[in-house]
């Protein structure tokens, strides 16, 4: 990373400030390769806290110099007109992915480390200082948008289902029925919580079922809740000990057919940088061929990157035969 471009940075935040951003919102994205010197940089708008996250290990006087540019931030007019509150920065790349606070409107520095968010309408949860990630992932808006469009009377199984964002958006649609199903308890249950905060009630949440299981272990379970007429597949890059995604992929993909109803959709996602959205298409054809590929969804705009296969690839199939 260069200091000589942070000035970039400052420039591209403070215009995108000028907008007055709402709810979750990436403000810079230095991860698309499109700003020499700060590929290794994001920075969120949360609502109201700002989010910087440095993705590599920099030199201590980069360091010097990023955060004296963060904190001119606070200084300038478009800070106070914003609302922003907070300004917190993450080093992604150390151990426990640690947070410290620059900045805050309150007393000695504190953030809330429990933020709640609005997108288009839904409520999510985020929990920052916590861990890597905090809850939501800002790339897959549109993904979520195309669920809740297409979901209505639907039974849908939702995999690595993460904070369970797929499962609101299709409630909020009006699903019939939904399976989450990830490994981790904790956040499933973050799920249910977003699930409350949307007032999902309690007959939504009766059609909701949340499973803490190893996927390849429980496909007698996933099959006793089918058939479903939309599938989303969601998967880490890698998860130790359970998921790689360039060995395991193929095994999911060719349970589809047997889980999926006649002209069920499947929303199948990628978000490796070295894994173009060919990847899913020829591995599809060769597992599961009776689903056809029928659109690649766009990334929100603030992701722009420079190379298209290097950010999300989010690809609707459809079941035809």
Request: with cysteine.
């Amino acid at each position: 990373m260069d200091s000589l471009a942070l000035p970039r940075l400052t420039e591209q935040v403070l215009y995108t400030l000028t907008q007055q951003p709402k709810g979750a919102l990436r403000l810079f994205h230095g991860r698309g390769k499109c700003f020499a010197g700060l590929e290794h940089i994001t920075v969120d708008w949360l609502e109201g806290q700002i989010l910087v996250s440095l993705f590599k290990e920099t030199s201590d006087e980069f360091l010097s110099a990023l955060n004296a540019h963060l904190l001119d931030w606070t200084e300038q007019p478009v800070w106070t007109n914003c609302g922003a509150s907070s300004l917190l920065l993450q080093h992604r790349h150390r151990e426990k992915s640690p947070t410290e606070c620059l900045f805050s409107h309150g007393a000695d520095n504190q953030y809330k480390a429990t933020q709640v968010v609005n997108e288009e309408g839904l409520l999510f949860q985020l929990d920052l200082g916590k861990n890597q990630n905090s809850g939501l992932f800002l790339d897959m808006r549109y993904g979520r948008r195309w669920v809740k469009e297409n979901s209505e009377n639907k039974r849908v199984l939702n995999l690595f289902s993460y904070t369970c964002g797929f499962s609101v958006a299709a409630i909020e649609g009006g699903a019939d029925f939904v399976v989450n199903l990830d490994m981790a308890k904790a956040v499933l249950n973050r799920g249910r919580e977003n699930h409350k905060l949307n007032k999902h009630n309690k007959h939504n949440l009766n059609n909701v079922k949340f499973f803490a299981h190893d996927i390849f272990k429980s496909w007698g379970k996933i099959k006793k809740y089918g058939l479903y007429d939309l599938i989303v597949i969601d998967p880490p890059t890698f998860q130790r000990g359970s998921f790689a995604l360039t060995k395991d992929y193929q095994k999911i993909l060719r349970r589809l057919p047997e889980l999926l109803t006649k002209n069920g959709h499947v929303l199948a996602c990628v978000n490796d940088p070295t894994l173009p959205a060919q990847f899913l298409i020829d591995g599809m054809k060769e597992n599961a061929p009776e689903l056809l590929f029928q659109q690649r969804l766009e990334n929100p705009p603030e992701f722009k990157d420079i190379d298209i296969e290097s950010g999300l690839k989010a690809l609707i199939f459809q079941r035809t035969l």
